[in-house]
């Protein structure tokens, strides 16, 4: 089993910055994939970026520019760091982990943390 467990999240002003960490702990050697995704309200839970254990990253085209997913493998960590905030960014900030072959479909990761509130203000 692999646990997940995000931090970094709080209330931003737009046009602000956030920088959010996710640890991973347990059979982390299992973890190829690390992604980020979000879920506000009554939505399903949208792709936000995501990166291979060789550093290759992917992100949704509304973030393209503005966040950035890095990871320290000797740390098991994750990170995304999110600039030039917007309204439209609030909502809970979960993060993954999955295989290879993860993608941005959320059923192909395996391992989810407990998420994190973002919440930007107009």
């Known amino acids: 089993q692999v646990q997940l467990g995000e931090s970094g999240g709080g209330l931003v002003q737009a046009g602000g910055s956030l920088k959010l960490s996710c640890a991973a702990s347990g059979r982390t050697f299992s973890v190829n994939t690390m992604g980020w995704f979000r879920q506000t309200p009554g939505k399903e839970r949208e792709f936000v970026a995501a990166?291979?254990?060789?550093?290759?990253?992917y992100y949704v085209d509304s973030v393209k520019g503005r966040f950035t997913i890095s990871r320290d493998n000797a740390k098991n960590t994750v990170y995304l760091q999110m600039n030039s905030l917007k309204p439209e960014d609030t909502a809970v900030y979960y993060c993954?982990?999955?295989?290879?072959?993860?993608?941005?479909?959320?059923?192909?990761?395996?391992?989810w943390g407990q998420g994190t509130q973002v919440t930007v203000s107009s």
């Open positions: 990166i291979r254990w060789n550093g290759v990253t």
């Open positions: 993954a982990g999955g295989p290879r072959t993860s993608t941005g479909a959320a059923i192909s990761y395996e391992y």
